[in-house]
Nanobody, 125 residues
Framework: EVQLMESGGGLVQPGGSLRLSCVVS????????MSWVRQAPGKGLEWVSG??????????TYADSVKGRFAASRDNAKNTLYLQMNSLKSDDTAMYYC????????????????RGQGTQVTVSS
């Protein structure tokens, strides 16, 4: 059974930082691209970041809205995906989900992708 469990969310002031983690099980993590999506209050799911799996160095990609502020990484030995979030803004307030594989170009089918229960990030003074 595929399981993904996010953690690390919380309340942070604008300009602050958080690091999200996602521990996975039930599949060969190292072989899979992984990604982060988020859902702000009253809005649909938004792709945030993807990171490649498989052979070679992992390559990360980012939505324009977070580029230069967020950094995705992975530890295949620990079956864990990370999202370092810096210079947080109120617009980053959302539920953040890690996703098995990368729906960057298929967000209309996001519900077909396996994801965790999410971790809430709230950016507010």
């Amino acid at each position: 059974e595929v399981q993904l469990m996010e953690s690390g969310g919380g309340l942070v002031q604008p300009g602050g930082s958080l690091r999200l983690s996602c521990v996975v099980s039930g599949f060969t993590f190292s072989n899979h691209d992984m990604s982060w999506v988020r859902q702000a209050p009253g809005k649909g799911l938004e792709w945030v970041s993807g990171i490649t799996g498989g052979y070679g160095a992992a390559i990360s990609t980012y939505a324009d809205s977070v580029k230069g502020r967020f950094a995705a990484s992975r530890d295949n030995a620990k079956n864990t995906l990370y999202l370092q979030m810096n210079s947080l803004k109120s617009d980053d307030t959302a539920m953040y989900y890690c996703v098995k594989d990368n729906p960057q170009y298929a967000m209309e089918h996001i519900n077909l992708y396996e994801r965790g229960q999410g971790t809430q990030v709230t950016v507010s003074s």
